[in-house]
């Protein structure tokens, strides 16, 4: 009996192997956690102002097939200049497909997000000599789009790189009169990324 458990148990594990080992970070089930942060100061010496711009981006996305994750990302920025102050946050969803060897260490992907961003500017204009305070309502909608390379430094954690381009239609309001317009943007951004599976 107990030669009978045992070749059973061996079994049972030998059954289950694959699918432990077919288990990797981009696995259909899995998720990823991940962010993006920033930080800049500039001084201009014509003006004598220091302007800084802070600004962070969590993202939470599940993968629903291998390879490719469905899910949300967080904005929210801080700039300073002066006595000029802007604040946004927004929130929408993102997607993520990942490309190449699943088994890597490297594992390269493209990105996409959309989201609704709320932003509100404080600031002080001078109208013929007098200093005026201005506030000024804005409400975006940012279209992301990246292509970026995670490399894992342990089986769960990576470091990530992404270059991306982002476009964003803005509708500024200010003592009723509002402006539409449009920003585009590229860069870099760096980041962590966790996977838990």
Not at 37 to 59: C, E, I, R, W
Not at 103 to 126: D, E
């Amino acid at each position: 009996m107990q030669m009978f458990s045992s070749r059973l148990a061996l079994g049972l594990l030998l059954a289950a192997a694959p699918a432990f080992a077919q288990s990797t970070a981009v696995s259909k089930g899995s998720w990823i956690i991940s962010g993006s942060a920033g930080f800049s100061q500039s001084h201009d010496d014509l003006s004598d102002q220091t302007q800084t711009f802070v600004n962070a981006s969590p993202t939470a996305l599940m993968f629903i097939a291998s390879r490719f994750a469905v899910g949300g990302t967080v904005t929210a920025g801080y700039s300073k200049a002066g006595s000029s102050k802007f604040t946004s946050f927004g929130v929408g969803p993102s997607a993520r497909y990942y490309m190449g060897d699943s088994s890597s260490k490297w594992l390269s992907f493209v990105s996409a997000s959309v989201f609704p961003q709320w932003g509100s500017s404080k600031l002080t204009t001078f109208v013929n000599g007098v200093a005026t305070p201005v506030d000024i309502d804005q409400t975006n909608l940012a279209m992301d789009a990246s292509l970026g390379l995670t490399r894992l430094l342990v089986t769960h954690v990576g470091v990530t790189g992404e270059a991306y381009f982002t476009r964003v239609k803005r509708s500024a309001t200010n003592g009723g009169t509002t402006n539409d317009f449009t920003t585009n943007s590229f860069g870099l951004r760096f980041g962590l990324t966790a996977f838990l599976y």
